[in-house]
């Protein structure tokens, strides 16, 4: 089974909070797990990722999480902006045989003044 | 920067009439793919192709559905007929292939509603 289990649905938080998404997954042979970002009217677009073998990796303002042993991993958005209001979607994939990811069934963020 | 190219936008079309999506992945891009958004959903694998070949179309519904990679660049996905739960966005994306990142590039969608 490959599913990618995504929470919450949706997410209200305050400007300058901290905005937590979590996923889990059931796949074991998932080597890489990113999170995409979707705007209204647009595809969606990496915004980080992170193999199995680390278990925090930062970019900026965004953290991603990951625990092997439970099969979970998060995004943590610190200061959340209002232009961070966006769809955000985890995945988990497969590198080899060219990237085939299965995406969880996201999270609307919106971040309010 | 490059993008991966979509058309049409949008899309109405009535039940039982045929339509075709367009997607030009970006250059030198070996991978390509076809997923299906509906409102509210994550994006679902339709088709991979790795130059002209398919990869895998196990979610594909053959039965209605077709795509095609002709010179291993540019695809088309048609749908014949359609039906109302065919109402969907549908995303290409494209990425190295071979000498892969994990990163899939996706183009804007075209959004299909069917009536």
């Known amino acids: 089974q490959q599913q990618v289990k995504q929470s919450p649905q949706s997410l209200i938080v305050q400007k300058g909070g901290i905005s937590i998404i979590n996923c889990a997954y059931e796949n074991t042979a998932f080597d890489y797990f990113p999170w995409y970002q979707q705007f209204p009217g647009k595809g969606p677009a990496l915004l980080i990722a992170?193999?199995?073998?680390?278990s925090e990796k930062k970019e900026g303002r965004f953290t991603i999480s990951f625990n092997k042993s439970a099969k979970q991993f998060s995004l943590h958005i610190m200061d959340s902006q209002p232009g961070d209001s966006a769809t955000y979607f985890c995945?988990?994939?497969?590198?080899?045989?060219?990237?085939?990811?299965?995406f969880g069934t996201g999270t609307q963020l919106k971040v309010e003044l | 920067e490059a993008e991966v190219a979509q058309s049409p936008r949008y899309k109405i079309t009535e039940k039982s009439q045929a339509v075709a999506f367009w997607c030009d992945p970006i250059?030198?891009?070996?991978?390509l793919y076809w997923y299906r958004q509906i409102l509210g959903q994550g994006p679902e694998l339709l088709v991979q192709f790795q130059d002209e070949s398919v990869v895998d179309d196990s979610q594909l519904p053959k039965d209605r559905f077709s795509a095609e990679r002709l010179k291993g660049v540019d695809s088309t996905l048609k749908i014949q007929p359609a039906e109302l739960g065919d109402s969907a966005m549908y995303l290409c994306?494209?990425?190295?292939?071979?000498?892969?990142?994990?990163?899939?590039?996706f183009g804007e969608g075209s959004r299909l509603t069917v009536l």
């Open positions: 250059s030198g891009h070996a991978t």
């Open positions: 995945a988990g994939g497969f590198t080899g045989g060219g990237n085939k990811l299965t």
């Open positions: 994306a494209s990425s190295l292939g071979q000498v892969n990142t994990g990163e899939l590039f």
């Open positions: 992170i193999r199995p073998d680390v």
